[in-house]
C-alpha cells in the first residue's frame, strides 16, 4: 500500500520534514520517493478541485493560492493497509490549533480558521496527506504512479 504526502509551500522546511521522517519511521513505514517540485498550477488546481464541490469558489481560490506560493514537496510512503489513516494521525486535524501537539501540525503550526478567515487566506497547515478514496488519484496527478 501507499499514500502521499504533500508539503505546503510554507512545510518545505528541514525541522518539518526531519520531524515527519521519525515520525514515518518509527510507525514502520517508509519514504520511496521525495521530490521537490515547483508551482505546477495545473496539478495543484486537479489536486484541490475536490474542494469546490466542498468549499466556496473563494476557499478554493485561497488554496490554489497557497499551494502556489513556492515549491511543494512531494513524498511516497508505502506500507501496509493502514498507511492512510497511519499518516492522517501523524499529520494532526486540518486545523492547526486543534491538533495533537505531538502531530507536524500541532508542533509546527497554531493556526486557525478564524485567523485564516480574518486574514482573508488559506488556513497554513503545512501538509497535506490523501485519504485512502483518494489517494490512487492524487499519486496521479503528482505524477508518481
Given amino acids: 500500500m501507499q499514500s502521499l504526502i504533500i508539503f505546503k509551500p510554507d512545510g518545505v522546511r528541514e525541522d518539518v520534514m526531519a520531524y515527519a ?3 514515518i519511521k518509527q510507525s ?14 495545473q496539478r495543484i488546481q486537479a ?3 475536490p474542494l469546490r464541490a466542498k468549499y466556496s469558489q473563494e476557499i478554493y481560490e485561497r488554496n490554489v493560492a497557497y499551494y502556489a506560493s513556492g515549491p511543494v514537496r512531494l513524498w511516497r510512503v508505502i506500507g501496509d493497509a493502514h498507511i492512510c ?5 501523524i499529520v494532526g486535524s486540518t486545523e ?9 501540525r500541532g508542533k509546527f503550526s ?3 480558521y478564524v485567523r485564516a478567515e480574518q486574514e482573508k487566506r488559506a488556513v497554513h497547515n503545512l501538509v497535506h496527506t490523501s485519504d485512502a478514496d483518494r489517494v490512487l488519484d492524487e ?4 505524477g508518481l504512479t
Fill in 21 to 23: 521522517r521519525e515520525c
Fill in 28 to 41: 514502520g513505514y517508509a519514504i520511496d520517493v521525495d521530490v521537490l517540485c515547483p508551482p505546477d498550477m
Fill in 47 to 49: 489536486h484541490l478541485s
Fill in 85 to 89: 489513516d497511519a499518516l492522517r494521525g
Fill in 96 to 104: 492547526p490549533v486543534s491538533a495533537d501537539s505531538a502531530s507536524i
Fill in 110 to 112: 497554531s493556526d486557525s
Fill in 139 to 142: 499519486l496521479s496527478i503528482w
